[in-house]
């Protein structure tokens, strides 16, 4: 059994910063690819960061140069800070992790930006 745990999220005021964290547990295998999506109401779900266990990484261009994805793969964790906060950044952010063929999802944890 697998589970990704997130932690973090809140209330974030524009221009400021917060930290999500996702823990992998349930298995010893290191994931492929851990990233984060993003969905908020009326909106599509779009992918924010993503990161290989090799270091590579890919961001959405709404993000770049405000979020950085990292992760451990030691402890099969994958963190986002989110820096420069806008209010269109608020959404639930869902962890995303996938080995070969199989894929695993995190209950969510809202992030809300608002002065």
């Known amino acids: 059994q697998v589970q990704l745990v997130e932690s973090g999220g809140g209330l974030g005021q524009p221009g400021g910063s917060l930290r999500l964290s996702c823990a992998g547990s349930?298995?010893?295998?290191?994931?492929?690819?851990m990233g984060w999506y993003r969905h908020d109401p009326g909106k599509e779900r779009e992918l924010v960061a993503l990161?290989?266990?090799?270091?590579?990484?890919n961001y959405a261009d709404s993000v770049k140069g405000r979020f950085t994805i990292s992760r451990d793969n030691a402890k099969n964790t994958v963190d986002l800070q989110l820096h420069r906060l806008k209010p269109e950044d608020t959404a639930v952010y869902y962890c995303?992790?996938?080995?070969?063929?199989?894929?695993?999802w995190g209950q969510g944890t809202q992030v809300t930006v608002s002065s």
């Open positions: 995303n992790a996938r080995r070969g063929q199989y894929e695993f």
């Open positions: 349930g298995t010893i295998f290191i994931f492929n690819v």
């Open positions: 990161i290989t266990r090799g270091g590579p990484t």
